[in-house]
């Protein structure tokens, strides 16, 4: 059930992260829509990582245990770093602000996004659980 309230989840946190993007860029210059443009775009890169890592789990050993379980770990690690890497990077790319404002404003919007995701996360796992047959 969770992972069937996952997409769920992310179709709900789409707009917030978007809007969290607007609080952190000027008004005049940017709209809304382009935040949501720039937020539908990170989301399709996000959800194409989730894809590889699950075809890549599919294609291990796991005869190998030991093995594998390093090779997981190893591969959730280098799509953490790869995931970071091109936030920031769409951030700078997207928004064209000198490198060290642009990071700022990219380690403070992922910083609040997390954490509201988080809570998203955990309401939705709460409703998960309360309509559990």
Same mark, same amino acid.
């Given at each position: ?74 591969? =959730?690690?280098?799509? =953490? ?53």
């Amino acid at each position: 059930n969770l992972s069937h309230n996952f997409p769920k989840a992310l179709f709900v946190y789409l707009p917030l992260f978007a809007f969290v993007i607007w609080l952190f860029h000027g008004k005049k210059s940017w709209l809304y829509f382009d935040h949501a443009i720039f937020t539908l775009h990170y989301f399709s890169f996000l959800l194409l990582l989730f894809t590889m890592l699950g075809i890549l789990r599919s294609c291990l050993p796991w005869h190998l245990i030991g093995a594998s379980e390093f090779i997981n770990v190893a591969c =959730i690690l280098i799509l =953490i770093f790869w995931n970071l890497y091109y936030f920031f990077r769409a951030h700078h790319k997207m928004y064209g602000e000198h490198g060290a404002v642009s990071w700022l404003k990219s380690l403070f919007i992922f910083i609040i996004n997390t954490v509201i995701f988080l809570f998203v996360l955990t309401g939705f796992f709460m409703l998960t659980i309360f309509n559990l047959h």
